[in-house]
């Protein structure tokens, strides 16, 4: 049993002791547990960084481009340290016909 063994491991320290051991011991299997198993997911592995999903089968489709200011994307950066003004993100702007790029 779990909670002999480290009780026995600790040298009968008593109950705060031997609790605290076993959730240590606990929390490092769970996560460990759990990392592994993220590792391993299918659909863990499909999520983008944000949390966008795309199933197994979609395929990537391309955008007609015609011309200037048809299709332009938006994007932000991640938090970056705050500026003094209190700002900690860039706006990114792309013209995809030109590939022009602005922030």
Known sequence: ML?????EKIGHFG??????EVKKKIWQD???SIRRFVKICEKCQLVREF???RSNNEEMKSIPICDFFYCVMLDTTKPLLDTKDGNKY???TI????KWCET
């Open 30 to 32: 769970i996560i460990e």
């Open 90 to 92: 860039v706006l990114v």
């Open 15 to 20: 109950e705060v002791q031997t609790l605290a």
């Open 3 to 7: 909670i002999e063994k480290i009780h």
């Open 51 to 53: 949390g966008n999903m």
């Open 95 to 98: 013209n995809h016909y030109s």
